[in-house]
């Protein structure tokens, strides 16, 4: 046997605000994402409540996967692929979030799309809600922060559960849950943001609000788990969430506290709650510094002991270090949702996300010995400039260099005892950016002729890093060369 599991789930991870386009075709309302104007490296992205003429919104066309599914799942089909992450668009199924009845046109959509990865012999991995709350809960109850929104998830999760458990095994509920626990969540996943207008980085800081939605997030999470297994027991229900590791930038008990508290509050935070199915006590220190208190209501304690996940997914992109001197140590550098000091042993992506295989590696590791489940990284990859040489071919060397690493990095936890269930890189097809709105920050083993002017002809292309990615799969991981 190999280093990696005989069925180990090779594939690649998207989601629908960031690929399907359609943004209003077949009855679909609009998301917090089709409100989200482009923006750059250095340019936020604006969030316009009302769409304004001449302003180019990047996720209403994404790649337009919902005219292009088949040919795209053809090409994920030749790479090998046993799974495929996505996720279904909330306002293609209740367009607004309030109505009582299933949008059917939506409905029928993804059963196409599943029919088809099942006839490419690839199982659907959804993710119930990935960053694509209807605007309609965001003006009706202010996003996650409105309690009713539980009831109007579960109706529209126990919907899609129902048409669906036959075709799709692996579901995981919240994309990147953990993204709450900071001020951009308030946009990406909370849906805070009622009657904002604005650059998203000039979203108020509201921790009490932010805290109270992730608690109702919490309960929906645990909700639709425990429906699951009550109503299909063979259904596997996962998180998701983003793992950052924050190194002490160096030695000093000062740091090395540093770096333990904000582990704690963004790494472990959620998933305790959702693994182990109740609020750590860590929490009790930060909510009363912060001046959080949190709305509870009986029977609460008893969901969220009631829904824990059977097993534990996660996104891994870069690590960062913390200092307890900001003022005297390092440069700052960005990252995924959470920015940090720079490392001096570690390169950057171009936009600034620190290159990190071992901290993978470490956080594997971490992880296995807090929760004993089965793991699976569901979004890794590199978001990088490719060019298109003149005979259309795009060498993607770098591209390849930073799988492989990781990949390498993953068979080592598995030496360590972890147990891994597969891997899907982010953006296998290029997509559109979520943190920039750009198709210029590019991860995918397809290219696609589609450009941050809104030009292209949309076609689709295999770059070098596909024909790799092909080999990886087709050998279980062995030959990496
Ligand atoms: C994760 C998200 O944060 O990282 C994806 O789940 C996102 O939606 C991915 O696209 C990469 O981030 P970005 O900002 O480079 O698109």
Not at 27 to 37: H, N, Q, R
Not at 141 to 147: A, F, H, L, P, S
Not at 347 to 373: C, F, M, T, V
Request: aromatic share 14%.
């Amino acid at each position: 046997m190999g280093m990696f599991r005989d069925d180990f789930l090779w594939g690649g991870a998207t989601a629908a605000n960031q690929f399907e386009g359609a943004w209003d075709v077949d009855g679909k309302g609009l998301s917090i994402p089709d409100v989200l104007t482009g923006g750059t490296v250095d340019t936020p992205r604006r969030i316009t409540p009302q769409l304004e003429e001449g302003t180019f919104y990047p996720n209403h066309e994404g790649i337009d996967f919902y005219h292009h599914y088949e040919e795209d799942i053809a090409l994920f089909g030749e790479m090998g692929f046993k799974t495929f992450r996505m996720s279904i668009a909330w306002t293609r199924i209740f367009p607004t979030g309030l109505e009582t009845e299933p949008n059917e046109a939506g409905l029928a959509f993804y059963d196409k799309v599943f029919d088809c990865c099942l006839e490419h012999g690839i199982k659907p991995l959804v993710t119930i809600s990935h960053f694509e709350m209807p605007y309609g809960l965001v003006e009706a109850y202010n996003g996650w922060e409105g309690r009713e929104t539980i009831d109007c998830f579960m109706r529209y999760a126990t919907c899609v559960l129902d048409r669906y458990h036959d075709k799709v095994e692996y579901w995981l509920t919240f994309n990147e849950i953990n993204t709450g626990t900071r001020k951009m969540g308030a946009s990406s996943s909370l849906g805070t943001i009622r009657g904002f207008s604005g650059a998203r980085t000039d979203l108020p800081e509201q921790p009490q609000v932010r805290f109270q939605g992730l608690h109702h997030q919490f309960v929906a999470s645990a909700m639709i788990v425990k429906y699951a297994h009550e109503h299909y027991p063979e259904l596997k229900m996962g998180n998701m969430e983003i793992f950052s590791p924050f190194y002490p930038l160096t030695c000093k008990p000062e740091d090395i506290l540093l770096s333990q508290r904000e582990t704690r509050i963004f790494d472990w935070f959620c998933t305790d709650v959702q693994c182990r199915g109740y609020y750590p006590t860590y929490m009790n220190r930060y909510f009363a510094e912060n001046g959080i208190v949190l709305k509870m209501e009986p029977g609460d304690e008893e969901i969220l002991r009631e829904g824990t996940v059977d097993f534990y997914t996660f996104s891994y992109y870069m690590s960062n270090c913390v200092t307890a001197d900001p003022d005297e140590n390092g440069a700052k550098v960005s990252g995924n949702i959470v920015g940090g000091v720079k490392n001096p042993y570690l390169k950057a992506s171009d936009w600034g996300w620190q290159i990190d295989p071992k901290g993978l590696h470490w956080a594997l590791n971490e992880i296995w010995d807090r929760y004993q489940l089965p793991m699976m990284v569901v979004e890794n990859g590199l978001g990088a400039y490719d060019k298109v040489e003149e005979d259309g071919s795009i060498h993607d060397s770098y591209r390849i260099d930073y799988l492989r690493q990781h990949i390498e990095e993953m068979a080592e936890a598995v030496k360590d005892g972890v147990d891994l269930m597969g891997y899907t890189p982010w953006g296998c097809i290029d997509l559109v950016s979520a943190s920039t709105g750009e198709m210029a920050k590019r991860y995918g083993f397809i290219y696609v002729d589609k450009h941050d002017d809104g030009t292209g002809t949309l076609a689709r292309s295999r770059k070098d890093s596909f024909y790799w990615f092909k080999k990886v799969i087709a050998t279980n991981g062995e030959d990496l060369a």
